[in-house]
Each structure stands twice: as C-alpha cells, then as structure tokens.
C-alpha cells in the first residue's frame, strides 16, 4: 500500500527535490504536483 502524496510549490529547488524523493520512493506515489513558476511544464521536464 502505497502514500500518497501532493507536493504544492515545486517550483523552487526545495519543492524539485521533495517531488524527485517522493516520485522514487517506493511507498510514496506522487499524485499532485503544482507550482506558480513551472505552470504549463511537464513533470518529467523538471
């Protein structure tokens, strides 16, 4: 059973690394993702 997990604010270095650890781990499943600066981009451009 997996955790899921929103992370708002991404667009900093903080928020990308929080979304690239969360988005490896195996019990973590990323299912929100939202950040001012990167709106319009795609995930796996970060």
């Known amino acids: ?3 899921r997990v ?3 604010g991404i ?3 903080g ?3 929080a ?3 969360v988005a490896s781990h195996p019990s973590f499943e990323l299912i929100y993702a939202a950040g ?3 709106a319009g981009s795609r995930l796996v451009d970060r």
């Open 19 to 21: 979304m690239r650890l």
């Open 15 to 17: 928020g990308g690394e």
């Open 1 to 3: 059973m997996s955790i």
């Open 6 to 8: 929103g992370i708002v």
């Open 11 to 13: 667009s900093g270095f």
């Open 36 to 38: 001012e600066g990167s």
